[in-house]
C-alpha cells in the first residue's frame, strides 16, 4: 500500500533537548510538508521542501530544523529553541498534477 | 493575506438530519479548495479538490460545492460514523510551491 508513515506515535521531550520526527512516503511525490496543529487553530505550515536537497522556511519556522537527504523522507528536528513544542505534528505529501496534499498519521509532542 | 473561515465551529446532527458546513475564503485568485476529514489523534483524509466556481463533487453522503467566495460541504443522511472534523483549506493561485491555507475546523457530531 502506498502512503505516509510517521513515528514515533508520541513523544516526549525534556528541557533543553532536541527530538526528531520522522515522516517516510513511498508515493513517489516530489513535494513534502511539515504542519504544526494547535487545539482551536488550523494547520500552520513549518518547512517545505519542493525537491531532493531543497528545503524552505513556512510561516513557523524558528525552533525547527529539517533535512531531505532522500525523496522517501523529510525528518524534522524540533530544537531546545522552539518553547512552546507541544501540539500535533502533520507531514503531507502533495501529487502536484492534482495539487493535493496527503497526510501521515501525525506524530504528538509533549513536553516533560 | 489568504483567509480560511469555518462555519459553524461546531454542529451536532441526529442521524437521518442533513445539513451543511460552510467555508468562506479571501483569495486573490484561487487554484484549489480541499475538503478534508480528520477524526480525533489522527491525520487529515482527503476528500476533495474542487478547482472552479460551479463544481461539485459527490462521495457517499457528502457532496461539496464551490462558488467565488465559499465552498459547502453537504451531508445528507448522516451516521454516527460520519462524527469528525472537517477541515477546509485553499491553495492561491500563483503560489508554486502548493502552500495551503487551513480553517479551523468544523466538529460535526452525528448522534443515533
Known amino acids: 500500500d502506498g502512503g505516509i508513515t510517521q513515528s514515533p506515535k508520541y513523544l516526549f521531550r525534556k528541557e533543553g533537548q532536541n527530538v526528531t520526527l520522522s515522516c517516510e512516503q513511498n508515493l513517489n511525490h516530489d513535494a513534502m510538508y511539515w504542519y504544526r496543529q494547535d487545539p482551536g487553530q488550523g494547520l500552520r505550515l513549518i518547512y517545505y521542501?519542493?525537491?531532493?536537497?531543497?528545503?524552505q522556511k513556512g510561516d513557523i519556522a524558528e525552533g525547527y530544523s529539517v533535512s531531505r537527504e532522500k525523496k522517501e523522507s523529510f525528518p524534522l528536528t524540533v530544537t531546545s529553541a522552539q518553547k512552546n513544542p507541544t501540539a500535533f505534528y502533520l507531514c503531507a505529501s502533495r501529487d502536484s498534477p492534482k495539487e493535493t496534499q496527503y497526510f501521515g498519521p501525525g506524530t504528538r509532542l509533549l513536553v516533560l | 493575506e489568504d483567509q480560511v473561515t469555518q462555519s459553524p465551529e461546531a454542529l451536532r446532527l441526529q442521524e437521518g438530519e442533513s445539513s451543511s458546513l460552510n467555508c468562506s475564503y479571501t483569495?486573490?485568485?484561487?487554484?484549489?479548495l480541499f475538503w478534508y476529514r480528520q477524526d480525533p489523534g489522527k491525520g487529515p483524509e482527503f476528500l476533495f479538490t474542487?478547482?472552479?466556481a460551479g463544481e461539485e463533487k459527490e462521495k457517499e453522503r457528502l457532496k461539496a460545492t464551490l462558488t467565488k467566495k465559499e465552498s459547502f460541504l453537504h451531508i445528507t443522511a448522516p451516521k454516527p460514523e460520519d462524527s469528525a472534523t472537517y477541515l477546509c483549506?485553499?491553495?492561491?493561485?500563483?503560489?508554486?510551491?502548493?502552500?495551503?491555507?487551513f480553517g479551523q475546523g468544523t466538529i460535526l457530531t452525528v448522534h443515533p
Open positions: 483549506a485553499v491553495q492561491e493561485s500563483g503560489t508554486s510551491y502548493g502552500k495551503l491555507t
Open positions: 483569495v486573490s485568485g484561487l487554484r484549489g
Open positions: 474542487l478547482y472552479s
Open positions: 521542501s519542493q525537491i531532493v536537497n531543497d528545503f
